[in-house]
C-alpha cells in the first residue's frame, strides 16, 4: 500500500526520508536498518592481513558484542512470546519486561535481539520489521505517541489530535507489518503523575491495537511506581520478566565472570598483548567493576585504546590502573581507593539467531 493511496507514509517512503538521520540514531527505522544489517564487529580472522592503526582504534570503539546468560534468557522468552501471541486478535499480546540495575546490558540484550529478529524472525523465512522506540523523560501520551510516529517518519502536526496520532500510528505499524515493538527506558514513565498515567494508558492501547509483541527495558522496573496501582497490576498480570544482573565471580564450580573477561580477551586486536593477562587479573577486575558487564567492556576496551595510542600494544595492570570508569564504578563499597593509581564478543556458542530459531539449545 503506498502513501499516495492511505496518505501515510509507508516504510519505504519513509526510510528515505529518514536518509540523513545519524547512523547511531536506532530509534529511526533507517537507523535501526542500518544497525541491524552492519556487519558486526569481528576480531582479525587468522592469517589476516594485519590492520590499521586507525582501523584497530575504530574496532575496539566498537567492539564485539558478549553474550550474556541475560541474552540468551531474553531471546529464548521472546521465540515463546511471539509464537504464543501470532495469532491472538482480540486481546493484547503478551509482552515481556527486560529490567535490572544500570550498566548490565539491558540496552544490548535488547538490540541484540532485535537485530537477530529483523534478519531472522522466528518461524518465518523473511525478515519481519522491528521498532525501537525510547521514552523521553517526563513524557506524556502525545510525545510517547510521537516517538512511534519519528521511528516510522509518521508527519506529526501541531494541529493533530491524540486521536488522530494515534490512528496514524497504529495504521502505519499494522500496515508496515512492525511484529516486535522494543520500547526503552521505560523506567522514565511514572503513573503517579497525570501525565505518565495517560502515557502509560497508551501503551496499553497501543498494545492491544497494533498486532506484535512489546519489549520495555529498564532499571530496576519492579521498584518503581510502574508496578503499583492498578494500571503496575495490569501490566504485571500481562509481562513476562527477565533480569539482568552483576555476574558473580564464582557460581558453584563455575567462574561467569572470567569467562566473560577470557571472551573479551580473545577479541583483542593488540600486536603485542599476551593471552591470559586480563583472565588472571579477573578478582581485580571483578573489583574495579562490581561484575556489571558495562563497566568491564567499558575499561578493556579504553585500555586497549590506549594501549594502541602509547605504542605499548598490550594491556596491563599497569594499563588498567590509568582507566578512570563511571561514577558509579568507581564509587562502589567493593573498591578500595588504594588499590589503584589516582589519574586526573563475540562468545563461542550458539548465536543469539539460533537461540530464536531452536529454544531447545543451551
Known sequence: MSSASTGIPTTTDTAVGLAEEAPYAVDTWHGFQAFATAPAPAPPAPGAPERSTEERLAYHSAFVTVRTPAIDTLALTLR?????????????????????????????????????????????????????????????????TAGFARYLGIPVTARMTQAQLMQAVCHTYNTAGVRLVLIDEIHRLNPRTTTGAEAADLLKDLTDRIGATFVYAGIDVTGTALFSGVRGAQLAARASLVETGALPARLGTRRPFTDLVTDLEAALDLQRHRPGTLARHAPYLHQRTAGRIGSLSRLIREAALTAILDGTERITKTTLDGVRLDHQAETHPALRPHSRRQTGPVKTGTPVTERLRNPQQQ
Do not use: D, F, W
Not at 527486560?98 to 529478529?117: D, M, Q, S, Y
Not at 525501537?132 to 501520551?141: K, M, Q
Open 80 to 144: 515463546r512470546l511471539m509464537l504464543l501471541g501470532r495469532y491472538q486478535r482480540t486481546t493484547a499480546r503478551p509482552s515481556l519486561i527486560l529490567t535490572g540495575p544500570a550498566a548490565t546490558g539491558k540496552t544490548t540484550a535488547l538490540l541484540e535481539v532485535g537485530r537477530a529478529c529483523h534478519l531472522a524472525p522466528p518461524g518465518n523465512e523473511q525478515p519481519v520489521p522491528v521498532a525501537y522506540v525510547l521514552v523521553p523523560p517526563g513524557a506524556s501520551a502525545k510525545a510517547l
